[in-house]
């Protein structure tokens, strides 16, 4: 696999994963399996397999879910490291200027962690380096302005301005969630204060220098894990790749051999008992399905002593 003049990244995994609730509850959001692998370890795989090394994530909600899952990233070919945000969130420029300390390095990449894609780091690289950009988007054509906002570029590729989904989209680009950056455009903030990139920073810098926030537009395949139904979508995708494709078990899970599992998902440490039916659903951490128990297009989540169930739609 072709690899990238970047060696540092900073994945972005601080966030509350609001839209992806009850899911947030129980992990943070880029600790969520998909079909059975956490989302931010196929993301910190997928660095790594590109020459870049070493990766800091920075942390806030449910912490503990993601350092379970990576470590220390020597089994992922990556040395990790983690910048903590304590006691808010500081957003998606924020985060970048408290981690630059630990990231130490004067240009690197960012990669949003609840998105997987196969954007062209290399072409990235490159177009970052040859324009003296302080910060390089990768974009592909917006092919749904009703659901994603947009960046509108002028004829030399430079991001002249961020608009909300709907008509003002139309003719956009998409932003899949790579970028590639330059310390310097965070060092003008305060270290500990919260704000965010598009809608923040990056317009201060777009109006302050034109031409400093470009953008590199390519064909690439991106998979959104955003909603419930994003992510029951992006799995069941993934899980065609590898049979079983009905189903998906995580660890430590045991189901009755009368229990039927139809197109559901099972996380860890799960219980199914005798005679009940899954159909359709997502089950997670630590949940005991009693017997006899009928769930169908359902979220099961363990809430203390009981299981809270909540229905979803998977269209």
Not at 39 to 60: E, K, M, S
Request: glycine share 12%; aromatic share 6%.
């Amino acid at each position: 696999m072709p690899t990238t003049p970047f060696r540092h990244a900073l994945v972005l995994t601080a966030g509350l994963g609001i839209r992806l609730r009850p899911l947030t509850l129980v992990r943070a959001k880029p600790a969520i399996p998909v079909a059975g692998e956490p989302l931010v370890r196929r993301i910190v795989r997928w660095l790594a397999a590109h020459g870049v090394a070493d990766v800091v994530l920075n942390l806030h909600h449910l912490p503990a879910t993601l350092t379970e899952v990576l470590g220390d990233g020597s089994d992922l070919g990556a040395r990790l490291r983690y910048s903590w945000e304590q006691p808010g969130v500081l957003g998606s420029a924020g985060g970048p200027r408290q981690a630059l300390p630990i990231l130490g390095a004067d240009a690197f990449l960012i990669v949003n962690g609840d998105t997987l894609c196969e954007f062209d780091l290399g072409a990235l690289a490159e177009s970052h380096r040859s324009s003296g950009a302080q910060v390089t988007l990768g974009l592909v054509p917006n092919q749904d302005p009703e659901r994603y906002g947009g960046v509108r570029l002028d004829p030399g590729s430079s991001v002249i301005g961020f608009v909300p989904r709907g008509r003002a989209a139309v003719g956009s680009f998409h932003f899949v969630g790579v970028q590639a950056a330059e310390a310097a455009a965070f060092r003008t903030l305060p270290a500990g204060q919260a704000m965010s990139s598009v809608g923040g920073l990056y317009d201060d810098l777009i109006a302050a220098r034109p031409g400093s926030v470009r953008g590199l537009v390519r064909e690439a395949a991106f998979w959104d894990v955003g909603t419930v139904t994003d992510y029951w979508r992006t799995s069941f995708a993934f899980m065609s790749q590898s049979p079983p494709e009905h189903e998906w078990r995580g660890r430590n899970v045991h189901v009755h051999e009368s229990a039927r599992i139809v197109r559901s998902i099972l996380w860890n440490d799960i219980e199914v008992g005798a005679g009940s039916i899954l159909d359709e659903c997502i089950v997670t951490d630590g949940v005991q399905v009693p017997a006899d128990a009928r769930h169908r297009r359902s979220i099961l989540v363990r809430d203390g002593g009981t299981t809270s169930i909540i229905a979803f739609d998977v269209t």
